[in-house]
């Protein structure tokens, strides 16, 4: 429900764009859903039949897209699309530029379970500690990378599921790539597919 959104948001802004979905081996009605929707919106459908996990899907696409600079975003949009417009500044002088929740500036319109927020600042202090990396939010789901640092850094990428952030954001700073954290708006999306404990336990 989302795609037309992005499109408006796209459509009307100045730059060349592409959109690729990715549906990982769901097994509802979305790939059928994707398909109408196709006849409307020119954009891209990666399908597999079995699920591999947002690691995996999110490689699949970096890979598969050409542009200068790449996105990837939840549908779900909990990172409105038109906060993009805050990360284009940063665009020629950042190989990565990510959305924060955590710094001045971010607005949580609606915030998670305290029982999730606890867990993801746990989540965020070790993976600063164990990666030495300098970063506040590893885990929103809206991060740009240049075309070369997305050459560089996914076909490194071993993590399929979820903790594929981090690993991404290691390759790139150990390469001496340059990663800027932009505040975001933020809505918390209460249908999320994350599972707690088990992909808590497996992230870490």
Not at 71 to 80: A, G, M, N, Y
Request: glycine content about 6%; some cysteine; hydrophobic content about 35%.
């Amino acid at each position: 429900d989302n795609l037309p959104e992005i499109f408006n948001y796209l459509t009307g802004s100045k730059f060349n764009f592409e959109v690729i979905v990715i549906n990982d081996g769901s097994i509802d009605d979305t790939l059928q859903k994707l398909k109408q929707l196709k006849k409307s919106f020119n954009f891209k459908i990666i399908n597999y039949s079995k699920n591999r996990g947002k690691g995996y899907a999110i490689k699949k696409g970096m890979l598969r897209s050409k542009g200068d600079f790449r996105l990837f975003t939840d549908i779900d949009l909990s990172t409105p699309i038109q906060e993009f417009s805050r990360f284009l500044p940063h665009l020629q002088t950042s190989d990565v530029v990510i959305a924060t929740r955590k710094k001045k500036g971010a607005t949580l319109k609606v915030r998670q379970p305290k029982l999730r927020e606890i867990l993801g600042k746990t989540y965020t202090l070790l993976s600063k500690k164990i990666l030495n990396l300098p970063l506040s939010d590893f885990t929103c789901g809206f991060k740009v990378f240049s075309g070369s640092a997305a050459e560089k850094i996914f076909p490194r990428a071993t993590i399929d599921r979820w903790g594929f952030d981090p690993e991404v954001l290691y390759i790139a700073n150990r390469d001496k790539m340059s990663i800027k954290e932009v505040p975001v708006v933020w809505i918390n999306n209460s249908n999320s597919k994350v599972r707690f404990p088990q992909d808590a336990i497996s992230s870490f």
